[in-house]
Every structure is written in C-alpha cells, then in structure tokens.
DNA sequence: AACATGACGGACA
DNA sequence: GTGTCCGCCATGT
C-alpha cells in the first residue's frame, strides 16, 4: 500500500466531528498537494474497512460530491446528526464548518 | 506498455 | 453563478 494512503487515512480519521475537509485539504495535509483524486479512491475502497467518517469529506465547493441519490442522503444525514447544517443542495457554510486543523498558531495574526 | 477511469481542483469563458 | 477543459496520479483492463 501507498505511503500517501496511509497519511490520507490518518488524516481522514483526524477530522474532527462537526467538522468537514475537503479533498484538496485532505491531500494536502497529508504531503501530497495534487492528489484529490487518490483521497477519492481511498474513501471507496477503505472507508468501511478503516471505519473512515468518510462523511467529514467534501468537494472544493464546501458541498457533497456524490450525487443526488441515497448515498447523498445518507451523507446529509450523518453530517446533520453531527451538528453540520447543510443545505438541501448539499452545501455547507465554510466559515462555520470547514475544519481548521491549526487555527492557533495564527489566531493573533493580521 | 497503452489506455480508460475517478465522491477532484483550478483556471477560464 | 454555470459549464468546459485540462492537469493530476494510483488502479484496473
């Protein structure tokens, strides 16, 4: 197994609850900048097994990326029962639920 | 080895 | 805001 997926993993697992990463933040964080796509690939083959909160991931846009359907509400559902408020398109409000893995080291800046 | 495929991201019209 | 295009890179054919 790849070394960026088993960042990826820890990084998802890192996500705290109420909060939500996006899939550029996720590849980020964990060393490889470009990777969104790998971190896609990681959520659908080891979300169950690595009990992943696959849910904490969404697009760029701060929105779900799955498409409209039961997985889509399933998602919405867990991230509601988590205190996420998202709206019926699938869109979350960055400002208020997009995680912030160090806010501290730059809380007093500018 | 070449080619298609993604729960994507960023740039641009 | 929406739609299109292109770059990305591990995996599966």
Request: glycine share 8%; net charge positive; with cysteine.
């Amino acid at each position: 197994m790849e070394a960026f997926t088993l960042r990826a993993i820890r990084t998802i697992r890192s996500i705290p609850a109420g909060r939500v990463a996006t899939y550029g933040q996720v590849a980020r964080l964990s060393g490889s900048p470009r990777a969104a796509r790998q971190v896609v690939r990681v959520l659908v083959s080891c979300s169950r097994s690595h009990g992943l909160p696959w849910h904490r991931v969404v697009g760029a846009p701060c929105r779900i990326a799955l498409p409209r359907g039961v997985e889509f509400d399933f998602q919405l559902a867990l991230l509601s029962s988590e205190g996420v408020e998202v709206s019926d398109d699938g869109t979350i409000e960055p400002d208020r639920f997009l995680w912030r893995p160090e806010p501290s080291a730059f809380f007093f800046e500018a």
